[in-house]
Structures are given as C-alpha cells and as structure tokens.
C-alpha cells in the first residue's frame, strides 16, 4: 500500500517546494506576504479539480476543504502550513530527488562545499534505498511543511477516489504563518469545526506529539541621548552599548539555544535593530512549563531594570507578549486523538514515540483555542536551512497513518492507551 503514494508525493512535493511562500514576522498583513497566495490559491484549485466539497478561504488566509464521509464517525481536521521558515533564503527552491540513496554523503550542486553526512545526522544512515528529496545548497527545501500539505493532498484524492474506505468526515486545513506564531486565529476552531484534528507537522517516522514549548516573545527598546559625537562628552547616552550590554548580561553559558535540549527552555535574541540614539532588541522565550516561562520573562525584566539603573538618562522599556501554550495542557485532560493516533501506528507496524517538541506547531494554538491537536511525524529532517532533505517513504507511510486514522475513528476501534 505504502508504493502507490510514492510518486504523487514525490511530484507533489517537488512541485509545492518550488515556489516561494515565505513568511514574513515584520510585516502586519495577514497573510504576512502577498507570496504565500501563491500556494493558498493553487491548493484551493486543486482541492476542487479532485472533488473536495466546501473549498473556501478564510479572511485569514486559511483554506478549508471537506472530504465528505462515507459513515457515521467524527469529524477529524487534518492540517499543514503553506509559510516557509524566513530564517534561510527560500527563493529560488531547485528541489532535487535522490533516487535509491546509496548511504554516502551527500553534495549539493550550488554549494559543492555543503555536505549531509549520515555519519553526522544517523537518521539519514537508516535511509538507505530510499528515495531522498533535497534542495540544490543555496536554499532551504520547504519540506517544513510542504511535505505535510503534500501527504494531506495525496490522502484527500485517494479517499475522494477510493470509496471502500469507511471514513467520517475529514476537514482540511491549509494555513499560513504558522512559521511566524500566526497561522492560526481564534476563529479557526469555529472555521474547521472538527471534534478534534492532527497537524501534519513532525519529523522522524513513529513521532505522534502532543507536548510542545510554551512560547512568549519580548521586544526590548532602547531610547540613548543623542548629540553630535565631536560634542558628546557627559552628554552622550549610546543605546547600542547599552543594547550590547542587556544582551551581554543575559545568560550565555546556559539557557541560550545552542547550549539547551530535552525538557530546557531558552531566551534566544533573534533581532537587534538600530543605531547609538535608538535600539531594538527581539527575543522569543521558550519553556515547557508555565512557570519556568514566566521565569525567564522575569529575568529579561530584571536585566533590564538593572541596565536602566545604570544610566537614568536613558530610557529602556521591555514588552512580552503571547505567542503559544504547551499543547499537553489540554491534551493530557482527554488523550482521545493522541491514542488514536498511536493504536494507528501499532497496526502499521510503526512503533509510536511521543517526544516533546522544542518548538510549536499551529497543533499549539488549536488546541489552546479549544479543538485538540497534536502533531504527526512527515519525515523532514534538518529543516529551516540548506541542509533539508525528506525521504519519500517516510512520506508515504505518514499518508498511509492518515487514512489509517481516519478509518480507526469511523470503526470506533481506538483504545486508550492514557
């Protein structure tokens, strides 16, 4: 069953990561760029070329299709982010397929210098004889989540041709932003009006995730004393030393992201911005637990009190704001999808493996909003930077988990498994 995907998800793929639909976080439309309909616009044609029912899209950006289904069960969301990562240059994606990966390393044709080492990423060690979809070494691939758009397109033609399958409605969702923590609004859960939905958004094979980070970002501005610098003496105040000195008194050895992993949480200075009169700085704290969260908030607060003081003619103001909450919160009331999800992989053969995500998904902000959401494995690997790449099969077995769920959900056949 797995092969008869291969194919659709390859050509999709190929075709979906070749065009630019990158997000954008300073931008205040929604979508945050005009590109990104690009996407939007071909997923609601195709959805309506195969027969899907209810193609809309939303003031937000969002667009929604309905499988109809062929019994009675409950209405399952299936859903995928059209945005790409604005970390890592993403125009002009040449997606590339490796056919029958040998198991050696792995160059790219516009970077000869770049290199994917199974030696150094072992997950691409356990790949051999797949087919392998790269970028050519100057972008990032898309796979993040044009992988998981794929798979949901695929699983949509084949239930909408394959009426064998015993399904309850299935409603899906293609969002934008998600990659800037703006994809989905409150008026989603009302929009998809599902009992409960899977974001097609993981990575390695088994993965069904249903702990992610809680995230706040904060905004630091720095006002200086600005004069002309040949008459600057004890009038001056330089916003970018004092800039310099915030980000310099924040911790360095420890709670950064490159220096965290498993359950850690981090405050990480994404942007700073400006010059000696005025100064921005943006960060995004990150922790699995409220508390550890509020912490760290606490802590920038505190670095910046501590700045303040040193210079009163300044003025330095911190603003911290929502982003996402840990998905567990809510899941771990009613773990009804996530059960589901792994009874699904047990009878594919997958063992299932829930690992907390040090990230967020649109998954996060669903499921806060109210329709429970966790995250299912696509295949991705190295995503946001040149590196990317995805296995084909994986992909493949992640459509073959959808309809597998969809089915299980209709058979009423899912055990707790707590």
């Not at 094979?205 to 006002?223: C, P």
Request: hydrophobic share 40%.
């Amino acid at each position: 069953m797995q092969n008869k995907f291969n194919q659709e998800l390859e050509d999709r793929l190929v075709r979906y990561a070749a065009i630019d639909s990158q997000s954008d976080e300073t931008s205040p439309s929604a979508p945050s760029t005009e590109i990104q309909f690009d996407m939007l616009n071909l997923l609601k044609q195709e959805l309506n070329e195969i027969g899907a029912q209810d193609v809309t899209m939303t003031d937000d950006g969002v667009v929604l299709a309905t499988i109809p289904g062929t019994v009675a069960g409950p209405t399952i969301g299936f859903l995928a982010h059209v945005d790409t990562a604005p970390q890592f240059n993403a125009t002009g994606v040449k997606p590339r397929v490796i056919k029958g990966y040998n198991g050696g390393d792995i160059t790219y044709p516009d970077d000869p210098a770049l290199v994917l080492s199974p030696t150094e990423h072992p997950y691409l060690a356990s790949k051999v004889g797949d087919d392998l979809v790269t970028a050519s070494g100057t972008t990032l691939l898309g796979a993040d989540d044009k992988a998981g758009v794929s798979i949901i397109m695929t699983m949509a033609r084949h239930l909408l041709t394959d009426e064998t399958i015993a399904h309850g409605p299935i409603r899906i969702a293609f969002t934008p932003d998600e990659e800037i923590g703006r994809g989905v609004t409150e008026a989603l859960p009302k929009d998809l009006n599902a009992d409960f939905a899977y974001t097609l958004d993981g990575q390695e094979l088994g993965e069904i995730e249903y702990e992610s980070f809680s995230a706040d970002r904060a905004v630091v501005k720095i006002e200086g004393v600005s004069i002309h610098p040949g008459l600057a003496k004890e009038k001056m105040v330089n916003a970018a030393h004092l800039a310099a000195k915030i980000v310099q008194t924040l911790p360095q050895a420890t709670m950064t992201p490159e220096v965290t992993d498993d359950r850690e949480g981090f405050i990480h200075v994404t942007d700073m911005n400006g010059g000696s009169s005025e100064m921005e700085i943006k960060l995004i704290l990150r922790d699995f637990e409220m508390d550890g969260l509020e912490a760290k908030g606490e802590l920038v607060r505190k670095v910046c009190d501590a700045v303040q003081a040193s210079e009163p003619r300044a003025k330095v103001s911190v603003e911290i704001s929502h982003q996402y909450r840990n998905m567990r919160y809510w899941l771990e009331k009613d773990m009804t999808p996530v059960d589901l999800a792994r009874d699904a992989c047990n009878e594919l053969g997958i063992d299932p493996v829930s690992v907390p995500i040090r990230g967020g998904t649109d998954g996060s902000r669903l499921t806060e909003f109210g329709t429970p959401c966790p995250n299912i494995f696509t295949g991705m690997q190295c995503i946001h930077g040149p590196l990317e790449w995805i296995s084909v099969q994986d992909m493949a077995v992640a459509t073959e988990l959808c309809l597998k769920i969809a089915s299980k959900a209709a058979q009423g056949e899912s055990n707790s498994q707590g």
